[in-house]
């Protein structure tokens, strides 16, 4: 794996966890915030294997 795919999959990831430690703060909208959150950190492990695939 690439240097770049790896910075990028951390930065997504942890985007992810803050995206839905945000929720905790927003009682309305919680679900739709962490479902947010939760799609961020899979398309973390999604995208860098769409690149790297042979």
């Given at each position: 794996m690439r240097p770049v795919f790896a910075f990028v999959m951390i930065a997504l990831f942890?985007?992810?966890?803050?995206?839905?430690?945000?929720?905790?703060?927003?009682?309305?909208?919680?679900?739709?915030?962490f479902s947010g959150g939760l799609f961020v950190s899979i398309l973390a492990f999604a995208i860098p294997m769409q690149f790297t695939k042979d």
């Open positions: 942890a985007l992810g966890l803050y995206i839905m430690a945000i929720a905790f703060d927003h009682p309305g909208s919680a679900a739709y915030i």
